[in-house]
């Protein structure tokens, strides 16, 4: 018993652990609305990848007519999703030799064949949430050499290739930081920064006197066309959900059969527990 208390306590030490390492890695992910089981959230998010992801980044884990799960035909795949002269059985890679791609970008863009999954966090959020809040944090930078930046991946070589689709935003951030004093005392500073639409900075520093908290850093974006934004974080979800999906294509049917596994597990285990009662009582 005292050996079952403390592998529970360890257990419990170590998930209270991942999720505050999981919660200070950097900027707060969102949430990302569950489309897993989703068919015209799953296309849409084909459709979306193909357009704009495929062309620089692979998917060399994943054929063309495995899109078939997500209820698109044959015919639909060539027509639709094919443009190059592939074959439907083909890999999802990219022409782009990776020489180039360094040499324009300053690396390789990663395969996102199973991104989704190298995102996620242990005992914390799922790589969805993470790609749902890195795609919708590009902000206008003029000092970056893309002109783009994100508060999920700070100085990020990738640029915000959904930008015509989310439309013109202004992000403000206010950082509560330690700084030296004139006479070289500790004191606190709040720094404002302003990103226009253009992605052109005004920055505010302020002297905070008698604070005693700690650091801290906000962002709010302030979107000018809101209902183009609303469209576009809607297909961001779908995207998300794309990229999960392809992850792991077997996830939903892993699932459904953990549910038997552990259904037939639990009526094993009252079959064998009468056996053993049947067999021993005649011994005692």
């Known amino acids: 018993m005292i050996m079952i208390k403390k592998l529970m306590g360890a257990a419990a030490l170590m998930l209270a652990c991942t999720a505050a390492?999981?919660?200070e890695g950097g900027y707060p992910l969102d949430r990302a609305p569950e489309r897993a089981n989703d068919m015209a959230a799953l296309q849409n998010g084909a459709k979306l990848f193909v357009n704009y992801c495929l062309n620089c980044h692979a998917?060399?884990?994943m054929r063309y007519n495995k899109l078939r799960d997500i209820g698109l035909s044959d015919e639909q795949i060539t027509k639709n999703l094919m443009f190059t002269g592939?074959?439907?059985?083909d890999m999802m890679t990219v022409a782009m030799p990776s020489k180039d791609?360094?040499?324009w970008f300053g690396t390789?863009?990663?395969?996102?064949?199973?991104?989704?999954?190298a995102k996620s966090q242990t005992a914390g959020a799922p790589g969805t949430d993470y790609i749902y809040t890195y795609l919708r944090s590009f902000y206008r930078d003029t000092n970056r050499p893309t002109g783009w930046n994100n508060l999920v991946y700070p100085n990020v070589s990738m640029p915000h290739v959904l930008w015509e689709r989310q439309g013109p935003r202004e992000l403000t951030t206010v950082a509560m930081h330690e700084v030296e004093g004139k006479e070289g005392e500790?004191?606190?500073?709040r720094t404002t920064t302003v990103y226009d639409a253009q992605g052109y900075a005004t920055v505010k520093k302020e002297a905070v006197e008698h604070f005693h908290g700690s650091e801290s850093f906000n962002a709010t974006f302030k979107t000018l066309n809101p209902a183009l934004t609303a469209q576009f974080d809607n297909d961001v979800a779908d995207l998300s959900a794309f990229l999960t999906?392809?992850?792991?294509p077997v996830a939903?049917?892993?699932?459904?059969?953990?549910?038997w596994v552990l259904l037939f597990l639990g009526l094993f285990l009252v079959v064998a527990m009468r056996l053993n009662a049947s067999y021993w009582k005649h011994v005692r």
Do not use: H, T
């Open 21 to 23: 390492l999981a919660a």
């Open 59 to 61: 998917a060399s884990s």
């Open 86 to 89: 592939e074959k439907v059985g």
């Open 101 to 103: 791609a360094k040499k």
């Open 108 to 117: 390789v863009p990663p395969d996102l064949s199973v991104i989704a999954r």
């Open 186 to 189: 500790p004191s606190w500073e």
């Open 245 to 248: 999906w392809m992850a792991e």
């Open 252 to 259: 939903q049917f892993r699932k459904e059969l953990g549910v």
